[in-house]
Nanobody, 128 residues
Framework: QVQLVESGGGLVQAGGSLRLSCAAS????????MGWFRQAPGKEREIVAA????????YYADSVKGRFPISRDNAKNTVYLQMNSLKPEDTAVYYC?????????????????????WGQGTQVTVSS
C-alpha cells in the first residue's frame, strides 16, 4: 500500500510558477508509474502529465506541454511537477497518482482508471 502526499500548491499570479511535490511512502516507489491529474470545479479529472517508473518516458497534455515538466527522484521517493507560465485556466485541485508497474514494460498511463493509489490533492489557484 502506497501513501501519496502532495504539497506545493497555493495562490499565484498569472505568469508565475509553482512546483508541486508528491512524496510516496509505504511501497517501493521506483516501480510505480506516476501521474499528475487536475480537477476544476464542475469538470472531470484530467491528466496533466505522467512518467514511467524508469523516468525515460513522459507524457504531457497539450494544454501544459512546454510549461509543466514532470520529473521524479527515486532516491527521495518523490515526483515533481514544475508549473511555469501559469494561466488562470490552470486553476484546479492537483492530484498525484501511482500505478504499480512491477517493473514490467516502460509505459505511462493517462486514464485515472488505470491508477491504483491517489493523494489527497493540493489546490492551485492562478489569479489574472
Amino acid at each position: 500500500q502506497v501513501q501519496l502526499v502532495e504539497s506545493g500548491g497555493g495562490l499565484v499570479q498569472a505568469g508565475g510558477s509553482l512546483r508541486l511535490s508528491c512524496a510516496a511512502s509505504g511501497g517501493t516507489f521506483s516501480r510505480y508509474d506516476m501521474g499528475w491529474f487536475r480537477q476544476a470545479p464542475g469538470k472531470e479529472r484530467e491528466i496533466v502529465a505522467a512518467i514511467a517508473w524508469s523516468g525515460s518516458r513522459k507524457y504531457y497534455a497539450d494544454s501544459v506541454k512546454g510549461r509543466f515538466p514532470i520529473s521524479r527522484d527515486n532516491a527521495k521517493n518523490t515526483v515533481y511537477l514544475q508549473m511555469n507560465s501559469l494561466k488562470p485556466e490552470d486553476t484546479a485541485v492537483y492530484y498525484c497518482a501511482a500505478k504499480n508497474s512491477y517493473y514490467s514494460g516502460n509505459y505511462y498511463y493517462t486514464s485515472p482508471l488505470q491508477y491504483d493509489y491517489w493523494g489527497q490533492g493540493t489546490q492551485v489557484t492562478v489569479s489574472s
